[in-house]
């Protein structure tokens, strides 16, 4: 497994290093305290999870992260000490899978990075619609290769996107309750709807025609969301 840091403090770097290398003792840690360089090594490395701090010397993580988005949906952590809200919503709405405060407990961070590797690679022989189409509109989602699309134009969506959009299109016309997509698609986040209400915005914009008048996932009385199939 090929790991990448972007981070400018060499004792993170360390730490999290250790963490890795006591789990994985194959893993590849490729690491720069750049974040152009972060972007260039994201481009020719292709690591299988990056690891971004957001206060950089040249550019700011935000920058790096939008750059990365442009070409990859690698999972992708957060890593900083900015805690804000506005920080946090903006980290992922930008595409971060996730976003955690420093200081850190490195078991907390590998517990999450193992979360988002099983998403990126989840098997579909769980799937009620394994190896067949789903087709609303202009909306067709293939289960089989997990491609997205809207008309002639192919969605990116990252890994715990897609797992949002897998749980409400497979269970079509069910509320599910925000804390059963938490559990499912967040189980690190249970408590925390925000991120949930982030990603749920994400999907819109990416398969909504009006995205502030969504037609197909929709929000039930603040309890949970309904995907709606016709």
């Known amino acids: 497994m090929k790991v990448l840091i972007i981070e400018d403090d060499p004792e993170i770097i360390d730490v999290?290093?250790?963490?890795?290398?006591?789990?994985?003792?194959?893993?590849?840690?490729?690491?720069?305290?750049?974040?152009?360089?972060?972007?260039?090594l994201a481009k020719e490395e292709l690591p299988d999870?990056?690891?971004?701090?957001?206060?950089?010397?040249?550019i700011t993580g935000f920058e790096v992260l939008k750059q990365i988005r442009a070409f990859s949906d690698v999972p992708l952590v957060i890593l900083t000490v900015r805690g804000e809200e506005m920080d946090?919503?903006?980290?992922?709405?930008?595409?971060?899978?996730?976003?955690?405060?420093?200081?850190?407990?490195?078991g907390e961070l590998l517990a999450r990075l193992k979360a988002l590797l099983r998403r990126g690679h989840m098997p579909e022989i769980k799937?009620?619609?394994?190896?067949?189409?789903?087709?609303?509109?202009?909306?067709?989602i293939d289960f089989t290769s997990r491609e997205v699309s809207v008309g002639d134009k192919l969605v990116k969506l990252g890994p715990r996107e897609y797992d949002l959009l897998y749980m409400l299109v497979t269970n079509a016309g069910m509320v599910l309750l925000n804390q059963?997509?938490?559990?499912?698609?967040?189980?690190?986040?249970?408590?925390?709807?925000q991120f949930l209400d982030v990603y749920i915005k994400k999907l819109r914009e990416r398969?909504?025609?009006?995205?502030?008048?969504?037609?197909?996932?929709?929000?039930?009385?603040?309890i949970g969301y309904k995907f709606v199939s016709w």
């Open 16 to 40: 999290v290093a250790l963490t890795l290398e006591l789990k994985w003792s194959d893993v590849s840690l490729i690491s720069t305290f750049l974040g152009e360089k972060g972007v260039e």
């Open 49 to 58: 999870i990056i690891i971004l701090d957001l206060g950089l010397p040249d």
């Open 88 to 106: 946090k919503v903006r980290g992922l709405e930008l595409g971060a899978d996730d976003y955690m405060v420093k200081p850190f407990s490195p």
């Open 127 to 140: 799937a009620k619609v394994a190896g067949k189409l789903f087709v609303r509109g202009k909306l067709r």
């Open 180 to 193: 059963k997509l938490l559990e499912e698609v967040f189980p690190e986040h249970k408590a925390d709807t």
């Open 207 to 222: 398969l909504e025609e009006d995205p502030d008048s969504p037609e197909m996932i929709l929000s039930e009385g603040g």
